[in-house]
């Protein structure tokens, strides 16, 4: 169990940390909401203290015997700002210590995350970029917003990202995983997901690809500071915060998205589990038992390969990050099909899974190993998916180079 303290800026979006809280509460943390003044404007006291277990309090002069503005953020093991106003980074990055949240930030070792909430022009303003700047070169990290509707008509940068998106990032801070800035300025196109074959309007042809590996990767890159395109391949899932997502069904349509997309990244990952085959036929009504339509035999075309095409047609200087989900036989092990595969397709890096007796899909972990075209192997550990896509990355990013 963690120590987080639930910091909330005074913000239209301060309703969703409740949200983000009640996540946090059912991951096992003891959380200390912190809100400002304005915070308690929006939500209520009573509704943090009743989902928290703990009290709450915005003024340094309550709970004075225990110096609760500098214990608190002294036994935090994380502190969280949701939802970050201009007005709370801006005395974050003066370094001011006028209520309880501020001057809990100044007094905390710990990591320090801020999700920032605000109009567009807020937060483009030129004093908010340079705050920003200010707290990520002092070691906080401070996510990128979401694109969307905002209060009012008004829609853009600027959206408090959802509280399952956030919830998942700080999983990846607790573990000491990275979200700083190293993919900034990079173009990044993920797939995910798994393709669907039809063999007739009710049914498919698919695989057991839930897409969640494919969508952390979107995620965690998108926070590290990359403009990523998912291409989503049947994923049921909300779509990840600052992400262009592109949804297809069959390979052929995930081929001619990545044939699209592809050539303007730096960083191309195909995380879809690509169905080998399709029917070769498909039937224009459904296939009836016991009918002149039930077939006694189903004919297969084999698909393109997605990955292989993308080496051949990929630019000078982009990074191609292909997937393997394996298991082994009697001709070798995972990691043997897997290093065959990694020269047959000619990809920079491949990201071997092992899903021997139904380990990975669908699964709330996972544990790869990345393997590099030049023989090097990198074990990333068993942990949440959002964890094991920052060690992905870890991989990827000082091979990276921005192309514009």
């Given at each position: 169990m963690s120590r987080i303290v639930l910091g909330v800026g005074g913000g239209v979006a301060a309703y969703k940390s409740a949200l983000?809280?009640?996540?946090?509460?059912?991951?096992g943390h003891d959380v200390r909401v912190v809100p400002t003044a304005s915070a308690l404007r929006f939500v209520g006291a009573a509704t943090f203290e009743a989902?928290?277990?703990n009290p709450v309090s915005t003024e340094v002069w309550d709970d004075v015997p225990e110096v609760a503005h500098v214990r608190i953020g002294q036994t935090a093991d994380l502190v969280v700002v949701n939802p970050a106003t201009a007005d709370l980074l801006a005395r974050a990055a003066a370094g001011r210590a006028d209520d309880l949240?501020?001057?809990?930030?100044?007094?905390?070792?710990?990591?320090?995350?801020?999700?920032?909430?605000?109009h567009t022009e807020m937060w483009l303003h030129p004093a908010t970029q340079d705050n920003v700047a200010t707290l990520r070169r002092r070691g906080a990290v401070v996510l990128p917003p979401a694109v969307g509707r905002l209060t009012g008509p008004d829609s853009g940068p600027g959206r408090l990202p959802e509280p399952a998106d956030v919830a998942a990032l700080l999983d990846v801070v607790l573990a000491g995983g990275s979200l700083h800035q190293d993919l900034a300025g990079a173009r990044v196109v993920v797939s995910a997901g798994g393709t669907r074959e039809p063999l007739d309007p009710v049914r498919f042809l698919g695989n057991r690809s839930s897409?969640?590996?494919?969508?952390?990767?979107?995620r965690v890159a998108a926070a590290r500071g990359a403009e990523v395109t998912l291409v989503a391949a049947n994923v049921e899932d909300p779509a990840p915060f600052g992400c262009a997502v592109v949804p297809v069904g069959t390979?052929?349509?995930?081929?001619?998205?990545m044939g699209e997309h592809a050539p303007d990244a730096d960083v191309v990952v195909m995380a879809a589990a690509v169905a080998d085959f399709r029917?070769?036929?498909?039937?224009?009504?459904?296939?009836k038992k016991g009918g002149s339509s039930e077939p006694s035999a189903v004919a297969l075309t084999r698909n393109p390969d997605v990955l292989a095409g993308l080496v051949a047609a990929r630019p000078e200087g982009q990074l191609v990050v292909g997937f393997a989900a394996e298991t082994g036989d009697a001709d070798d092990d995972v990691l043997g099909h897997a290093r065959a595969k990694l020269a047959r397709k000619g990809c920079d890096l491949l990201v071997v899974n092992d899903v021997s007796a139904g380990q990975v899909f669908g699964r709330p972990d996972n544990a790869v190993t990345v393997l590099a075209a030049d023989g090097s192997a990198t074990v990333v550990p068993a942990g949440p998916k959002d964890l094991v896509a920052a060690g992905i990355w870890d991989s990827v990013a000082p091979r990276v180079t921005t192309r514009r």
């Open positions: 983000l809280l009640r996540a946090l509460t059912e991951r989902l928290s277990g949240l501020t001057a809990t930030l100044l007094a905390t070792g710990a990591p320090v995350v801020f999700v920032p909430a605000m897409g969640r590996q494919g969508w952390a990767l979107a390979a052929a349509e995930l081929e001619a998205a029917p070769t036929e498909v039937a224009a009504a459904k296939m």
